[in-house]
């Protein structure tokens, strides 16, 4: 936990730029300040998916302050929680933490009604984990 006994939640996949895009939005939008909420890519892509984006956007969530970032040894030792999502391999694993790992497709390329389900897939898992957390 951090100084101020606040959860931090570690949202990990390959480009950073949709499901771990969407997890750190909602869960930021559901936690309301009670839990410090992380994202990042082991491969970092340069741009969003904009279809990821567009689910988000008409739920009426906005990620116009996101942007892919690299995951680093740093950023995984800051976190109490660690939620990988295709990137488990390479995903550095440190004492002491939990760690998840959900299995979801990548929305990379698909059309907008896969990436809802996908979006709604890691929303009940983002409810489900603040609920053990708060």
């Known amino acids: ?3 101020n006994n606040q959860p931090s939640v570690l949202f990990a996949c390959i480009h950073n730029s949709g499901r771990s895009l969407a997890a750190k939005v909602l869960l930021d939008h559901y936690a ?3 839990i410090r909420v992380i994202s990042a ?5 340069t741009q969003l998916n904009q279809a990821v984006v567009d689910v988000l956007e008409e739920r009426g969530l ?4 996101e942007f892919p970032k690299m995951l680093t ?3 995984v030792e800051s976190a109490d929680v660690v939620v990988t ?3 488990g391999e390479t995903c550095p694993i440190f004492p002491g933490k ?3 790992d959900w299995e979801l497709d990548d929305p990379a390329g698909l059309d907008i009604d ?3 389900v996908i979006v709604d897939l890691i929303d009940a898992r983002v409810q489900a984990l603040l609920k053990e957390l708060a």
């Open 1 to 3: 936990m951090s100084e």
């Open 32 to 34: 309301q300040g009670r």
């Open 41 to 45: 890519g082991s491969e970092p892509g």
């Open 62 to 65: 906005s990620c116009e302050k």
């Open 73 to 75: 040894s740093e950023v």
């Open 85 to 87: 999502m295709g990137c």
């Open 98 to 100: 939990r760690y998840l």
């Open 114 to 116: 896969k990436v809802r």
